[in-house]
C-alpha cells in the first residue's frame, strides 16, 4: 500500500525557516517524480515544487523561488522541503504528492503557520 | 503557465440527481486531465485521470469526457458521500496546474 507521511509543520514567525519531510513506503521510491503541493486556508491547491526521481532536476512556482529548496534521500525514501524567509502567505497545509504522469497519491499533509 | 477554469464555483445538487462539472484549459492539454476529489476535512485524492478513466477503487457513477480545451466530470446519481470539492488538474506541461475547485453541496 503505496503511503506518504508528511512532518515539520509548524508556527514559525515571518522571515523564519522550516524544513519539511516526506516519508514514503509501499512503492520504488527512486523511480518516481515527487511533488510538494499547498493549500491555504479555505483555498484551491497550489504547486510548490517537484523533483524527478533521481534528484538531478528540479521545478519550483515562482511564488517561492530563491526562497524554498526540495530534495530527496532515495536512501532513507524521503523527500523534504527546505522553506527559508518565510511569509504570512506561506501558511497552508503541505501535502506531499507522488507523480505518475498525474498525481495520483496524497499524503495527509503537514500544517505550516508563519505568523508572529 | 497553463490556466484552468472551473464552473460552477458551487453546485447544489439533490441526492440522487446528476452533477454536472466543467473544467477548461487556457490551452489544449490533449487529454492530460486529472480530477480529484477533496472531502472536508480530508486530503485530496485522485479521481479520475486521462480525461475519462477512474482511478482504482473509483465508483462507475463517475464519468469523465473531454479532450483539448473542454472537459466535463458527471456524477451520475448523487450520492451523501459525495459531499467535496472537486479540483481539475492538467498535466500537459509544466508547471501543473489546477482549477479553482467545484464545491459540490447536497440540496
Known amino acids: 500500500e503505496v503511503q506518504l507521511v508528511e512532518s515539520g509543520g509548524g508556527l514559525v514567525q515571518p522571515g523564519g525557516s522550516l524544513r519539511l519531510s516526506c516519508s514514503a513506503s509501499?512503492?520504488?521510491?527512486?523511480?518516481?517524480?515527487m511533488y510538494w503541493v499547498r493549500q491555504a486556508p479555505g483555498r484551491g491547491l497550489e504547486f510548490v515544487a517537484g523533483?524527478?526521481?533521481?534528484?538531478?532536476?528540479?521545478e519550483y512556482a515562482d511564488s517561492v523561488k530563491d526562497r524554498f529548496s526540495i530534495s530527496r534521500d532515495n536512501s532513507k525514501n524521503t523527500m523534504y522541503l527546505q522553506m527559508s524567509s518565510l511569509r504570512a502567505e506561506d501558511t497552508a497545509v503541505y501535502f506531499c504528492?507522488?507523480?505518475?504522469?498525474?498525481?495520483?497519491?496524497w499524503g495527509q499533509g503537514t500544517l505550516v503557520t508563519v505568523s508572529s | 503557465e497553463i490556466v484552468m477554469t472551473q464552473s460552477p464555483a458551487t453546485l447544489s445538487v439533490s441526492p440522487g440527481e446528476r452533477a454536472t462539472l466543467s473544467c477548461r484549459a487556457s490551452q489544449s492539454v490533449s487529454s492530460k486531465l486529472a480530477w480529484h476529489q477533496q472531502r472536508p476535512g480530508q486530503a485530496p485524492r485522485l479521481l479520475m485521470y486521462?480525461?475519462?478513466t477512474r482511478a482504482t477503487g473509483v465508483p462507475a457513477r463517475f464519468s469523465g469526457s473531454g479532450s483539448g480545451t473542454e472537459f466535463t466530470l458527471t456524477i451520475s446519481s448523487l450520492q451523501s458521500e459525495d459531499l467535496a470539492v472537486y479540483y481539475c488538474q492538467q498535466y500537459n506541461d509544466w508547471p501543473r496546474t489546477f482549477g479553482q475547485g467545484t464545491k459540490v453541496e447536497i440540496k
Open positions: 486521462g480525461a475519462s
Open positions: 504528492v507522488r507523480e505518475n504522469y498525474y498525481y495520483d497519491y
Open positions: 509501499g512503492f520504488t521510491f527512486k523511480i518516481y517524480s
Open positions: 523533483i524527478n526521481g533521481n534528484g538531478e532536476s528540479t
